[in-house]
């Protein structure tokens, strides 16, 4: 994705963590059982998503030296993470 998109900018870090938090909003909107959203939620959304991968790449718009760049990759994932989980929260309990 980031190819696609050209720049500087980890989109695919941050379409693939926004996806990540839509779908545990869903799971746990769902009211899946305990067992399972543990089980899905940290062990298949864990692999998906990628809070290492995320931190790397803002640290290296820092060395890049682009400011605006750390600013939007820190707050828009932070952000708009909660606004896709809470969608995706939503989106579960019309499946419940």
């Known amino acids: 994705m980031s190819a696609r998109v050209g720049g500087d900018f980890p989109a695919g870090i941050f379409v693939v963590?926004?996806?990540g938090a839509f779908a545990l909003?869903?799971?746990l909107?769902?009211?899946v059982p305990e067992r399972a959203a543990f089980l899905f939620g940290t062990g298949f959304m864990g692999g998906y998503t990628t809070f290492s991968t995320w931190m790397v790449e803002t640290e290296r718009l820092g060395e890049l030296g682009e400011p605006a760049?750390?600013?939007a990759n820190l707050a828009g994932s932070m952000l708009l993470g909660l606004g896709?989980?809470?969608l995706g929260?939503?989106?579960g309990q019309a499946l419940a």
């Open 89 to 91: 929260w939503h989106a």
């Open 84 to 86: 896709v989980a809470a």
């Open 17 to 19: 963590n926004l996806t």
């Open 25 to 27: 909003g869903v799971l």
């Open 29 to 31: 909107g769902a009211a």
């Open 69 to 71: 760049l750390v600013l």
